[in-house]
T-cell receptor, first 115, second 114 residues
Framework: EADIYQTPRYLVIGTGKKITLECSQT?????MYWYQQDPGMELHLIHY???????EKGDLSSESTVSRIRTEHFPLTLESARPSHTSQYLC??????????????FGPGTRLTVT | KNQVEQSPQSLIILEGKNCTLQ??????????LRWYKQDTGRGPVSLTI?????NTKSNGRYTATLDADTKQSSLHITASQLSDSASYIC?????????????FGRGTQLTVWP
């Protein structure tokens, strides 16, 4: 089982609140990712990081922001939550490598509901 | 456009039966193809990963095949168990970027009944 953790697992919050979704991994992986997944739909990459102080936006435009101050920690922040942000957020990590068969490990996800 | 299509969208089988899930992709240039199992409310867990030169790979009761010429893959589950109930996601990676971008299918929702 992968050593990648997300908290909280479930969050119900009101519109306009600031929230931070936590993600941490103990595998020493340099690459980390955030995905958004709606029920019955595919995962969409919203942020990724190659390492400390590196953050990039993914394919799906997102109002969230991320930071990477430590290798093991990759939090995602929403400054002002809206109902459209209701979704499942999955964090993942992988080793840095070429375009080979690197494995991507996923956390259990955070189910966010904004009322 | 790089896409991954899976079929069927959902499938119900009886415990002990076999089943096969399909995946077609248009991702190019191709790097590798993975099958993930995602239990409800959990993150995906890797079952198999295959590169261009591999056409079959097994992981216990799961056997994946890959035809890189026709850009098709299948996941065969043998002697299904109740714990196999989950979404099975086909994921294709390209080699056109240093990120090795992943393209996800929408998954096949498998339900195994006793």
């Amino acid at each position: 089982e992968a050593d990648i953790y997300q908290t909280p697992r479930y969050l119900v919050i009101g519109t306009g609140k600031k929230i931070t979704l936590e993600c941490s991994q103990t595998m020493g992986h340099d690459k980390m990712y955030w995905y958004q997944q709606d029920p019955g739909m595919e995962l969409h990459l919203i942020h990724y990081s190659y390492g400390v102080n590196s953050t990039e936006k993914g394919d799906l435009s997102s109002e969230s922001t991320v930071s990477r101050i430590r290798t093991e920690h990759f939090p995602l922040t929403l400054e002002s939550a809206r109902p459209s942000h209701t979704s499942q957020y999955l964090c993942a990590s992988s080793e840095v490598g070429g375009q080979g068969s690197y494995e991507q490990y996923f956390g259990p996800g955070t189910r966010l509901t904004v009322t | 456009k790089n896409q991954v299509e899976q079929s069927p969208q959902s499938l119900i089988i009886l415990e002990g039966k076999n089943c096969t899930l399909q995946c077609n992709y248009t991702v190019s240039p191709f790097s590798n193809l993975r099958w993930y199992k995602q239990d409800t409310g959990r993150g995906p867990v890797s079952l198999t990963i295959m590169t261009f030169s591999e056409n079959t790979k097994s992981n216990g009761r799961y056997t994946a095949t890959l035809d890189a010429d026709t850009k098709q893959s299948s996941l065969h589950i043998t002697a299904s168990q109740l714990s196999d109930s989950a979404s099975y996601i086909c994921v294709v990676s390209d080699r056109g970027s240093t990120l090795g971008r992943l393209y996800f299918g929408r998954g096949t929702q498998l339900t195994v009944w006793p």
